[in-house]
């Protein structure tokens, strides 16, 4: 079968809508590798259009984009064929080219939204700590840099694609380790199943929709298709389900699967609820949806230990890789870590990725870790103290006390003075 292409990507473990992004009108044939060169030249022509600071960068009050997260939009890892990220979505694209039915992919969306693509179409409340600064990089009160590749779902929905995949980077403020990083990649993919397939269910909506037979027909379907996408990129493995709860999907599903004696979260799934179809003009169809965020897969099938090596240009990483090869990563170096502690008291209204954030600002990729390692609250002030260890350690070269004495002692003025902590 034929995969055509035009646009950018998203994972559905975390939800999609409408958007002032745009899709190219070009169009290839998806045979077993992603190379033509037409669909090259199309993708790196919008990756520049995106790598441009000053489209995220304003003075909008509620504007909470940082430089260094600005300077990352627009590289397009998922779309270099000799990238981890790359061979990884190139590898899930050619399982769904060998299956019954024509996807589309969508992989050079904008990654600008609107708060209604990201949270409203797709049942996301108003209140979910997903929607907060603290969460989300805003642009203004109304667009932002999604936070998941689902943000572009009803927007293809709407324009009649009935199974489609989608890709990108994705953005979202989140805690410093060696698996987490504010910007990442996911890969989403939806299947509406034929009008005559649900005749049975065209009048049943809420529990009579997601008891009957063809609900379950849906839900069957999409385990067996995401059984043998794990198969696919991992060989026969072991597996087990179990339900899950997602705004955009019902019933929703996680897939585990146990690979070299552990078992592992790889995706969230389900049947893509009623309302969600509704909003995307689509309430006379039925299907499925999924996501999956390509670092995780990747980490895992090339060894790669720290997420923030996907992001360096260091030749010695990106020269071990090549296209639709999955090849062990060979540590390169090792620098030695520096240490260092942060206590303060914190105000009532402390949010953790904010300080998180914060030291990014800062220091960049040079902090590969920071865990709180004591708590505690004063009865008689009141007051509640934190205390972080920080780890500085350079991909590139060893640090020195000196060099990170002074980002420390930055960290601690900012933080007084940004976050209203009282440091100790």
């Known amino acids: 079968m034929n995969i055509s292409t035009s646009a950018y990507l998203s994972i559905l473990a975390l939800a999609a809508p409408v958007c002032n992004s745009w899709s190219t009108s070009q169009t290839t044939s998806f045979k077993s590798r992603y190379t033509t060169t037409k669909l090259q030249s199309t993708t790196e022509a919008k990756a520049e259009t995106y790598a441009d600071p000053t489209r995220y960068l304003s003075d909008h009050p509620n504007n909470n984009v940082p430089p260094h997260i600005a300077a990352l939009v627009g590289k397009g890892l998922h779309t270099k064929p000799n990238h981890p990220i790359g061979i990884i979505r190139t590898k899930i694209q050619e399982y769904f080219a060998s299956q019954p039915h024509d996807y589309i992919i969508y992989d050079a969306e904008d ?23 603290s969460d989300t990089y805003y642009i203004d009160d109304t667009t932002l840099l999604r936070t998941h590749t689902s943000a572009h779902q009803s927007e293809h929905l709407r324009s009649g694609a009935d199974c489609f995949l989608c890709a990108g980077d994705v953005y979202r403020r989140d805690e410093i380790d060696s698996s987490h990083y504010p910007a990442f990649h996911q ?56 339900e899950d709860y997602f705004p955009f999907t019902t019933p929703s599903y996680e897939l585990e699967i146990k690979y070299e004696g552990e ?36 980490m895992i099938l090339f060894e790669i ?57 800062i220091a960049g990729d040079i902090v590969e870790r920071m865990e709180m390692i004591d708590e505690f609250t004063n009865p008689k002030k009141g007051k509640t103290s934190k205390c972080y260890r920080i780890t500085y350690r350079s991909m590139d070269r060893s640090l020195t006390n000196e060099e990170v004495d002074a980002l420390q002692d930055k960290l601690r003025d900012d933080a007084a003075e940004g976050l209203g902590v009282e440091v100790r």
């Open 111 to 133: 990654p600008i939204v609107t708060t209604t693509q990201c949270f409203d179409d797709l049942r996301i409340p108003p209140e979910h700590p997903g929607r907060s600064p």
């Open 187 to 242: 890969l989403e993919g939806v299947r509406l199943f034929p009008k005559e397939e649900m005749k049975g269910a065209e009048a049943l909506s809420g529990e009579g929709w997601t008891s009957s037979p063809e609900c379950k027909a849906i839900g069957d379907d999409l385990k067996q298709t995401l059984e043998g996408l794990m198969d696919h990129l991992f060989g026969e493995t072991e597996k087990k389900w179990s």
């Open 263 to 298: 078992w592992l979260e790889v995706l969230g799934c389900g049947v893509v609820h009623e309302e969600v179809l509704a909003m995307a003009d689509r309430s006379d169809r039925r299907g499925w949806a999924f996501g999956l965020g390509l670092e995780r897969l990747a």
């Open 305 to 361: 230990p720290d997420i923030r090596l996907f992001w360096t240009d260091d030749e010695r990483f990106t020269n071990q890789f090549k296209e639709g090869q999955i090849t062990k990563f060979e540590p390169y170096s090792k620098y030695p870590p520096v240490y260092k502690d942060i206590a303060f008291w914190i105000p009532d209204d402390f949010v953790e990725n904010d300080f998180f954030e914060l030291a990014r600002g």
